[in-house]
């Protein structure tokens, strides 16, 4: 059965953008080569979708009737900080053997400047026969998704579109402005494509602010909490940020010291993410600097010690673990020799270097046993009060804990 939109790739970006769609009555197909890998809809949501004619599909032949074609496939940062575009390019090749004339083919996926117009334009035209801007239609939309946020959703927030020509670009518009309210037209796919940029570079540049002052804060005996309470008062000029243990998420900094040549300025590197880049990765080491420290102060060592980390997800309230700082934290504990154990109300098993890691199945009764408890993920389900009351130490790096309730980062 033919159906207007084809989602490819059902991570954390397809089967968001492929529920809006069913939402907005849009006939809808998701095509992915594995199992179905978002962490932020339920089963019953995925249920509900497909009692509205959503259905997903193995078969590379559905592609080739349906008029949009988006694909939201990930993309990493590999070993050598480059991002990996290798799923971008399977989903590329597998559409292009399907693609007809007048489809409007759109790029989700977090993708440096150029990767649309430069990678995946000669993908799609040698494996079709056919030429973007005059065959079919091909534009980049960044993807805006927030996971978790109950405000903010796909129809609610403004999606920026940029296509290959001003056809492209409209092409774009019309399918946008079927699932969300407002639509943003950027100048061409470039622009576009460094609008993720500009926005996944300014919240880790000002992310890396917030852990080098609450480094500062500590060191001369200042509350950070409460200076952030006090200065996001501030009608203009200041928003607010949160240091934390690491920074997770999807979303990666780009720096262009390791985009591809063509996309190089040469002498005008942006230092700036480089070093928040530098400063954010450092945050787990200095969690266990802490760590050590306040056990040390009440005559223990982090050899031997227990230690129970709560909350492993990258996000509050959700089972997403993509980049989070937890397995390097339990990591580096394990390396002093700390006994380290977890809990989680999202994730019922946990490894750590292909290790299984204990999980505690009484929160208030591991908290108890535990020589030093560390908040990393501040879940709803979480009463920090009485957890401070029974751990021995708890060592908050979220700021969620009342003040003088807990040491907090």
């Not at 992915?32 to 962490?39: E, L, M, N, Q, R």
């Not at 805006?144 to 579109?161: E, Q, S, W």
């Not at 796919?189 to 500590?218: D, G, P, S, W």
Request: proline share 7%; hydrophobic share 40%; with cysteine.
């Amino acid at each position: 059965m033919p159906a207007d939109l084809a989602v490819i790739g059902l991570g954390h970006l397809g089967l968001p953008l492929a529920q809006a769609a069913v939402a907005a009555g849009i006939e809808t197909v998701g095509y992915d080569s594995g199992p179905a890998t978002d962490s932020t809809l339920t089963a019953a949501e995925i249920r509900r979708m497909s009692a509205a004619g959503f259905r997903i599909t193995t078969n590379p032949a559905e592609l080739g009737r349906v008029r949009t074609a988006v694909i939201c496939a990930p993309t990493q940062l590999g070993a050598d900080r480059a991002l990996d575009l290798s799923a971008v390019g399977e989903a590329g090749h597998t559409l292009a053997a399907r693609l007809r004339p007048h489809t409007t083919v759109i790029l989700e996926s977090a993708a440096h400047p150029g990767v649309t117009e430069d990678y995946l334009r000669p993908i799609l035209e040698a494996g079709s026969g056919l030429r973007a801007g005059r065959d079919f239609h091909l534009a980049y939309s960044p993807s805006r998704l927030d996971p978790g946020n109950r405000t903010h959703g796909i129809a609610n927030t403004p999606k920026v579109i940029g296509g290959l020509t001003p056809a492209c670009t409209e092409s774009a518009h019309a399918f946008y402005a079927r699932i969300t309210e407002k639509v943003v037209r950027a100048r061409g796919l470039r622009e576009a494509e460094t609008v993720q940029l500009l926005e996944t570079n300014y919240r880790h540049v000002n992310i890396a602010l917030m852990n080098e002052m609450a480094v500062l804060c500590h060191d001369i005996g200042v509350d950070l909490w409460d200076v952030i309470r006090c200065a996001e008062t501030k009608p203009y000029g200041y928003q607010a940020f949160r240091p934390g243990p690491g920074v997770g998420g999807h979303g990666v900094p780009l720096d262009p010291t390791y985009l591809p040549h063509t996309t190089r300025t040469p002498g005008h590197p942006l230092r700036m993410v480089g070093l928040a880049q530098e400063i954010n990765t450092r945050m787990p080491q200095y969690v266990i600097q802490r760590s050590a420290t306040l056990l040390n102060e009440h005559g223990k060592s982090a050899r031997g010690a227990r230690v129970l980390l709560l909350g492993v997800t990258y996000k509050p309230d959700l089972a997403d673990q993509e980049g989070s700082p937890a397995p390097e934290i339990a990591s580096r504990l394990i390396d002093l020799g700390a006994l380290v154990s977890y809990h989680d109300p999202y994730i019922s098993g946990w490894r750590v270097r292909d290790r299984p890691v204990p999980r505690a199945e009484s929160l208030y009764e591991a908290a108890a046993n535990a020589d030093l408890t560390i908040l990393l993920q501040h879940h709803r389900t979480y009463d920090l009060q009485g957890l401070a009351v029974k751990a021995q130490l708890l060592l908050d790096t979220r700021g969620a804990s009342p003040p003088g309730a807990a040491h907090r980062l």
